[in-house]
């Protein structure tokens, strides 16, 4: 087997048994026996199990990241981008519920390592929307008060949570576009109805 396919069957091994066992609970002998190689193997390509996860991060999410900015690059609309960004996710994380789990769980509870790794592609994922929002300010399309890393954090907050419970049911009852369309809904306009049309 070339060591290309060696490293990407481990990371794919080991998103899998993050998402199963739990960062902290698994083993390099877990990731392993569910690469089908021998434990000596997996150091010849990671240091140990925090290189192993950055790397789920770096390479999983780079990908989402290379796909979705390509594809916001031909759109102009900040609007429409939104759009793209969610649908994008919503389908990565459909795809992939080991990685959603891994995003959603152990994100959270290794934060620290994750945030000494300055430079990684997850902060360049999210930070994907901020720059959504302060192109839709430069165009007048967006509200010049809204705080855009704030507003990254509410948005990506919200697949995030949708994307959990799509993974802890195994199903949803609305389809990706059902959902992007009602994010963007809440997101764009918000839950109040036009202040002209409230009875007084």
């Given at each position: 087997m070339k060591a290309e396919n060696k490293h990407t069957k481990i990371i794919s091994a080991a998103?899998?048994?993050?998402?199963?066992?739990?960062?902290?609970t698994a083993r390099i002998s877990d990731i392993a026996k569910e690469a089908k190689?021998?434990?000596?193997?997996?150091?010849?390509?990671?240091?140990?199990?925090?290189?192993?996860?950055?790397?789920v991060f770096e390479e999983e999410v780079g990908k989402i990241v290379e796909n979705?900015?390509?594809?916001?690059?031909?759109?102009?609309?900040?609007?429409?981008?939104?759009e793209i960004f969610a649908s994008q996710h919503l389908m990565a994380m459909k795809k992939n519920r080991y990685l959603a789990e891994v995003i959603q769980i152990e994100l959270r509870q290794t934060h620290k390592v994750i945030k000494e790794y300055r430079d990684n592609k997850f902060s360049k994922y999210v930070g994907i929307v901020a720059v959504i929002i302060k192109h839709g300010q430069k165009t007048g399309i967006y509200r010049p008060d809204i705080k855009p890393d704030l507003a990254k954090r509410a948005f990506f907050g919200a697949l995030d949570e949708i994307s959990r419970v799509w993974n802890a049911s195994l199903e949803t009852n609305y389809s990706v576009e059902e959902i992007v369309t009602q994010m963007l809904s809440i997101f764009l306009t918000g839950i109040q109805i036009d202040p002209a049309n409230l009875p007084e």
């Open positions: 998103t899998k048994v993050f998402a199963k066992k739990g960062f902290f190689v021998a434990d000596g193997t997996i150091y010849l390509y990671f240091n140990n199990k925090y290189d192993i996860l950055l790397s979705t900015e390509k594809l916001l690059s031909a759109e102009y609309d900040p609007r429409k981008q939104l």
